[in-house]
């Protein structure tokens, strides 16, 4: 089976640093994302990680250990604008190629 | 970069109609689309993967027979729900991958709220 686990809500100040984890368990690995989603839009792509170590975009970072099966999203200096739901995405091979299953999202509420 | 568009935005029908959405890669072409069903404050749920020029592969617990996926070019899926009963409502998201690039990103269109009355 595939399970994939990140927390429900965080919250943060602006100017501050927060770190969203994800932990997965998925058979046929082919790299894990990371998708920005503001309410009642579509997901945006932040990052991608298929070889273990730390992608690092500007404010956003993302580390990967595919041994633990685990992941972060490091967001850094903290905007209003950064209030949203982070998604967790894992790519894996199915019957149809490869899909991509996401985790339940974690909704960041950034306060001035 | 590339761009999906979904058609239309947001629906609102009787229960017992079908409804069609439109999904398109307006810079590229994509012989895989997908398509995701997202109720509130829950996460994407994949539905079914599309292939050009063939069947679509269903998830499990998805009636193929009452969302109904055509692929028949690389820049157009279609998604058709059939005989919409309220519970359908949701917001109905489609992705496209880009095989130029080297990893496998997919790339959303904005979504379709569909209400069913």
């Known amino acids: 089976g595939q399970n994939i686990d990140q927390p429900t809500e965080m919250t943060a100040t602006e100017g501050a640093i927060v770190q969203i984890n994800c932990t997965y368990q998925?058979?046929?690995?082919?790299?894990l994302f990371w998708y920005q989603q503001h309410a009642g839009e579509a997901p945006t792509f932040l990052s991608y990680?298929?070889?273990?170590g730390l992608e690092e975009k500007g404010r956003f970072s993302s580390f990967l250990s595919r041994s633990k099966g685990y992941s972060y999203l490091l967001l850094k200096e903290l905007q209003m604008k950064d209030s949203a739901s982070y998604l967790c995405?894992?790519?894996?091979?199915?019957?149809?190629?490869?899909?991509?299953?996401f985790g339940k999202g974690t909704t960041l509420s950034v306060s001035s | 970069g590339a761009v999906v568009s979904q058609h239309p935005s947001w629906v609102i029908c009787k229960s017992g109609t079908s409804v069609k959405i439109e999904c398109r890669s307006l810079?590229?072409?994509?012989?895989?689309m997908f398509w995701y069903r997202q109720f509130p404050k829950q996460s994407l749920m994949l539905m079914a993967t599309?292939?050009?020029?063939?069947?679509?592969?269903?998830e499990q617990g998805v009636e193929k027979d009452k969302f109904l996926i055509n692929h028949a070019s690389l820049t157009l899926s279609t998604l058709t729900v059939t005989s919409a009963h309220p519970e359908d409502s949701s917001f109905y998201i489609c992705?496209?991958?880009?095989?130029?690039?080297?990893?496998?990103?997919?790339?959303f269109g904005p979504g379709t709220r569909l209400t069913v009355l």
């Open positions: 998925t058979s046929g690995f082919n790299g």
């Open positions: 992705s496209a991958r880009d095989l130029q690039l080297p990893y496998n990103e997919q790339f």
């Open positions: 990680n298929v070889l273990d």
């Open positions: 995405a894992v790519s894996q091979a199915n019957q149809a190629g490869t899909a991509l299953i």
């Open positions: 810079d590229f072409q994509a012989t895989t």
């Open positions: 599309s292939n050009e020029g063939s069947k679509a592969t269903y």
